[in-house]
């Protein structure tokens, strides 16, 4: 599984609305052949459909669609926007990192679902991801939680 290595992670995005920052994240993973460019769009159909479910948690948003739609590998991608930026979540608007998730069946979903909440199950490494500098500095702290 790809889970945010340097290849999926953009720093200080511009975007003016949900649909776009959705689709950003989503052309990391369609740039590192993790999904084809239909699933971006079925990301975006589901939000327009379903509203801001998957705002996780306060600034986190883990946009996704069905394996079906167009999964290849699993994979994970994050951007960081630029300026938070609401979704329309009733409690944890803004929204501030944008995680694509692309699992090709239940079992990767599970197991992506375990590694971004232990990564997200800490304040503190929230703030670090949301102060940080630069991919290398997401990077140490990645691969510091997976240890």
Do not use: C, W
């Not at 939000?47 to 079906?68: C, D, K, S, T, W």
């Amino acid at each position: 599984m790809n889970f945010l290595d340097r290849e999926r992670i953009q720093l200080d995005v511009s975007v003016d609305t949900p649909e776009a920052a959705i689709r950003e994240a989503g052309k990391l993973l369609v740039k590192n052949g993790d999904v084809e460019e239909g699933y971006v769009e079925k990301m975006v159909e589901a939000f327009r459909q379903h509203g801001p479910y998957f705002v996780i948690a306060p600034q986190i948003a883990l946009p996704h669609a069905r394996p079906e739609d167009g999964v290849n590998q699993a994979a994970l991608s994050l951007i960081r926007l630029e300026k938070p930026l609401s979704f329309g979540h009733q409690t944890n608007d803004p929204v501030e990192l944008v995680f694509a998730l692309a699992a090709s069946s239940s079992n990767e979903h599970l197991e992506v679902l375990q590694r971004i909440s232990k990564l997200l199950g800490n304040k503190q490494t929230i703030q670090q991801l949301l102060m940080t500098g630069s991919v290398d500095e997401i990077e140490i702290i990645i691969k510091e939680l997976s240890t």
